[in-house]
């Protein structure tokens, strides 16, 4: 059985920095495109970042409203994917999660989402 499992999130000033983890069990993350999306409340879903699967290069890509702020990274002995976060602001304020991504696009896989991992963010 393929479980995802985000932590690392809470309550944080606004521009300080949070850094959240997702462990995956029963599939690995290196052979897998994966991303980070979030859900504020009364919004939908939407991607945050993306990080390639392992190979030579590692190829990473953000939303806009993260670029220059928040790193998606992985380490694959621990089978587990970081988004690091800093110069957080109130909108940043979600529920983050991680997922696997279908093939090249920003969509996530179905049947994969964890519990997520709730980021608040005081102004």
């Known amino acids: 059985q393929v479980q995802l499992t985000e932590s690392g999130g809470g309550l944080v000033q606004a521009g300080g920095s949070l850094r959240l983890s997702c462990a995956a069990s029963?599939?690995?993350?290196?052979?897998?495109?994966m991303g980070w999306f979030r859900q504020a409340p009364g919004k939908e879903r939407e991607f945050v970042a993306r990080?390639?699967?392992?190979?030579?290069?590692?190829?990473?890509y953000y939303a806009d409203s993260v670029r220059g702020r928040f790193t998606i990274s992985r380490d694959n002995a621990k089978n587990t994917v970081y988004l690091q976060m800093n110069s957080l602001n109130p909108e940043d304020t979600a529920v983050y999660y991680c997922?696997?991504?279908?093939?090249?696009?920003?969509?996530?896989?179905?049947?994969?989402w964890g519990q997520g991992t709730q980021v608040t963010v005081s102004s």
């Open positions: 029963g599939r690995s993350l290196s052979t897998s495109n």
């Open positions: 990080i390639s699967r392992s190979g030579v290069n590692t190829y990473t």
């Open positions: 997922n696997f991504l279908a093939g090249s696009t920003l969509q996530a896989e179905s049947g994969y």
